[in-house]
């Protein structure tokens, strides 16, 4: 398994400003990825964060918007940019140990735009 | 985590009573099946999952039911208890792909 830190666990934010999301991991792992939880609503993937290269975005979202870091094999952000009350979720990371696996996740970010 | 749950369907059980939460996916090419927990204010949590050769697999407690002829997967809970209250949810993930396909949820309460 992994223990998975991420941080702030929630936060209140004005409309147009960004907010970074920090995910860190207590161990190297070669896959991790960022979901969005709308409110009522199911899990949906925003990206791959991959190490070394540039993320890989599910359709729906793009770079500008949700740009993510991913330094090396433990840590990786997402930054929700230019947000809009239509943003306020939560935001998940996850790792994989291995493919086609199970995913171990954080405990998440609240995110509310007023 | 307040707001999860608030939309998703709810299924209400006695405490002591089994509980069986049901999930259909679409993707005929699906091989690994997983059942999440999510409580407010946290991440999923792994449950137990169950692999496309198998059509059931059990755990404490709980048992997981593939179909695959309709694509239907189910999550058994014997004796409910007041923590198993929570929002399930299933995934499902094919040969190749790293992340997982989560489906709609099921709030599950729990009446004392």
């Known amino acids: 398994s992994a223990v998975i830190s991420q941080k702030p666990s929630r936060d209140i934010c004005q409309r147009g400003t960004s907010l970074t999301i920090q995910c860190q991991v207590d161990?190297?792992?070669?896959?991790m990825f960022w979901y969005r939880q709308q409110p009522g609503q199911s899990l949906t993937l925003i990206a791959t964060?991959?190490?070394?290269?540039?993320?890989?975005?599910e359709s729906g979202f793009v770079i500008d918007k949700f740009p993510i870091s991913r330094p090396n094999l433990t840590f990786s952000t997402l930054t929700v940019s230019n947000m809009s009350p239509e943003d306020s979720s939560i935001y998940l990371c996850s790792v994989g140990i291995a493919v086609g696996e199970k995913l171990f996740f954080g405990s998440g970010t609240q995110l509310s735009v007023l | 985590g307040e707001s999860v749950g608030l939309h998703l369907p709810t299924l209400s059980v006695q405490e002591g009573d089994n509980s069986i939460i049901n999930c259909a996916y679409s993707?005929?090419?699906?091989?690994?099946f997983i059942w999440y927990k999510q409580e407010s204010g946290k991440g999923p949590q792994f449950i137990i999952d169950i692999r496309s050769n198998m059509d059931k697999r059990q755990g404490q407690r709980v048992t997981v039911l593939l179909n695959k002829t309709v694509k239907h997967l189910s999550l058994q809970i014997a004796a409910t208890q007041p923590g198993d209250s929570a929002v399930y949810f299933c995934a499902e993930n094919f040969a190749g792909r790293r992340a997982l396909t989560f489906g709609s949820g099921t709030r599950l309460q729990v009446q004392p």
């Open positions: 993707n005929s090419a699906s091989d690994y």
């Open positions: 161990s190297q792992v070669t896959m």
């Open positions: 964060a991959n190490q070394g290269s540039e993320a890989t975005y």
